[in-house]
């Protein structure tokens, strides 16, 4: 187990991660401490030498992008998922396995990429990733197959909301309804009945669906 970060040290290691993957070579001192407001490229090395230390980068002297990951580190920044990266005014929000609209089907609990959202669209504070669907119960709420649906499982969640809910261990999109004590997940396509959930113990809300991406072909 690596040694725990600070939350600074935590995020250079990310802006590192990221900056790799957008221009296929690790950032220079001088980048990140544009990026992080650090005046010195000193001060940016003593974070780099306390990640070096702690097990999380290598960096080679001689070169000006010579950082590169211990191994094993990005898969550890990869389950970070349901954290949202703020990044120049914008929100990377992890896309997480795929979710059922019709029959349910075992939502994986396996980031297949991510979507980027303007960060007026979103509050800071919300911890949200975004589930693939598959299915048609939905197409009545404008919700369609291969749509990406926004979740947030911070948002309070009350009766007629579009909802992410984990049954056992699949996971559906459904309008959540409860009446007398009693939870329904009702689609929007009269092709599908509603679903009563009898056995609350292998029943949890994920989270409220906020928004829906969707790209046309």
Request: proline share 0%.
């Given at each position: 187990m690596k040694n725990k970060l600070t939350d600074r040290q935590e995020e250079i290691l990310t802006f590192i991660k990221q900056f790799r993957e957008e221009n296929g070579y690790p950032p220079?001192?001088?980048e990140i401490g544009k990026k992080f407001g650090i005046s010195s490229t000193f001060g940016v090395k003593r974070h780099l030498d306390a990640l070096v230390k702690?097990?999380?980068?290598?960096i080679e002297s001689n070169a000006s992008r010579g950082i590169s990951f211990q191994k094993g580190v990005?898969?550890?920044?990869?389950?970070k998922f349901f954290r949202i990266q703020e990044d120049y005014g914008f929100y990377k929000i992890p896309v997480v396995g795929r979710v059922a609209a019709g029959i349910p089907i075992l939502a994986e609990e396996n980031i297949e990429g991510s979507?980027?959202?303007?960060?007026?669209?979103?509050?800071?504070?919300?911890?949200c990733f975004a589930l693939k669907v598959k299915g048609?119960?939905?197409?009545?709420?404008?919700i369609f197959e291969n749509d990406l649906v926004i979740i947030s499982n911070k948002r309070e969640i009350v009766n007629g909301d579009i909802v992410v809910a984990l049954l056992e261990d699949e996971a559906t999109v459904k309008t959540y309804e409860i009446k007398n004590k009693s939870i329904r997940l009702l689609p929007q396509n009269n092709n599908y009945q509603p679903i009563d959930i009898k056995d609350v113990e292998n029943f949890k809300l994920i989270g409220k669906v906020i928004g829906i991406v969707r790209w046309l072909n």
């Open positions: 220079t001192l001088r702690k097990g999380y980068l290598n990005e898969e550890i920044q990869d389950e979507v980027v959202i303007d960060s007026s669209f979103m509050k800071k504070s919300e911890d048609d119960s939905m197409i009545n709420a404008g």
